[in-house]
C-alpha cells in the first residue's frame, strides 16, 4: 500500500518487500504496477517473483522509499 504514497519515509531497522509471493499469491495493491515504476523493471521482477525482503538501506539505493526517518520513543 506504501508504494501508492507519494511520500514514503522508512526506519533505518525497516525490511520491506511483497510477502504475499510467499504465500504464492500475486502481490495486491497494484505493486506489480507500481514498484517497476519506483524501481525499475529487473529489481522489481526479482522481488516480485522471489519474496525477497530488502533492508531499509537497500530499499532506499532501489528508489522504494525517499529518506530514514529515526524512530522516535512513545511518550
Not at 14 to 35: F, H, I, K, S, Y
Amino acid at each position: 500500500m506504501a508504494l501508492g504514497c507519494d511520500v514514503r519515509v522508512a526506519d533505518r531497522n525497516a525490511v520491506l518487500g511483497l510477502p504475499e509471493v510467499g504465500l504464492g499469491l500475486v502481490p495486491g495493491a497494484g505493486g506489480t504496477q507500481r514498484l517497476p515504476r519506483l524501481t525499475g523493471v529487473p529489481v522489481a521482477l526479482e522481488l516480485a517473483v522471489s519474496a525477497r525482503r530488502v533492508k531499509a538501506e537497500e530499499a532506499l539505493s532501489f528508489g522504494i522509499y525517499r529518506r530514514h526517518q529515526r524512530r522516535r520513543p512513545a511518550r
